[in-house]
Each structure stands twice: as structure tokens, then as C-alpha cells.
């Protein structure tokens, strides 16, 4: 199994560095691209989520991607404490403000699991490799 951690800051933030350094461990790790791109967006996507709803700074929040023969997985680790992110039971609305994001973690994730820690917050995503 092949891992990648990433302290999360700005600067990896603003300048796109966050997306280039998942293509490339993506890349070197043969995933298909149409999973590359599930698998990125949904992390972008949760990322954007904990710097919109969560109390930390950003440099507090760590990202692990583990990658293995079967499976692709993501931990984010933020050390506040960010509320329950229920499924939601259908797709929002083409013009409501948000939830579109928290729907398409759902439904391309084969699992999201979401916890509340000592340390904080832990949301797990889990992708089964074709």
C-alpha cells in the first residue's frame, strides 16, 4: 500500500498545489482516470467543506490518501469539531446554495464515514478500484 500525507496550508490551497500533488501520487499509483477525477473532486470538495464549516486554519487539517491493489482511501483529519454530514436523499436543487457537493461525495464514494474524534473530526472516503 502506497500513502500520501499532505499538512494542508494556503499556499496548497490557492495555488492549485493540492489538486497537482493528488494527480500526480494518483498518476504513480495507475489509477483509472475516471476514478483520478472522482476521487480528486470529492477531496477538493470535502476540503472546501472543512475550510467553509470548520473553526480551524487550514495548516491544523491533514490528508492521508492510501492506495492499494483494490481500494483508494481518504482520511481528513480536522481538528474542530464540524457537524453531522448526513447522505442527503436526493439532489439538491440546480439553483439552492449548497449540498450539491455533499450529494456527489455520496453517491461517487463507495463509503463516507464521518466521525466525531478527540482530536476533532475524521472523514474517511473509500473508493474500490476497478
Wanted: glycine content about 4%; some cysteine.
Amino acid at each position: 500500500m502506497n500513502s500520501l500525507q499532505l499538512n494542508l496550508n494556503q499556499h496548497l490551497w490557492e495555488q492549485n498545489q493540492l489538486f497537482l500533488e493528488l494527480e500526480q501520487f494518483l498518476l504513480q499509483n495507475n489509477v483509472h482516470p475516471k476514478q483520478r477525477f472522482k476521487l480528486i473532486t470529492c477531496v477538493l470538495e470535502a476540503v472546501g467543506n472543512v475550510l467553509h464549516h470548520g473553526k480551524s486554519p487550514l495548516d491544523k487539517v491533514i490528508l492521508i490518501i492510501h492506495c492499494s491493489h483494490d481500494c483508494l482511501t481518504v482520511d481528513l483529519l480536522d481538528p474542530s469539531v464540524s457537524p453531522e454530514l448526513a447522505m442527503p436523499s436526493h439532489c439538491p436543487e440546480r439553483d439552492g446554495e449548497n449540498g450539491r457537493g455533499l450529494w456527489i461525495l455520496y453517491n461517487w464514494m463507495d463509503k463516507v464515514n464521518f466521525q466525531h474524534a478527540i482530536s476533532g473530526t475524521h472523514l474517511r472516503l473509500s473508493l474500490l478500484r476497478h
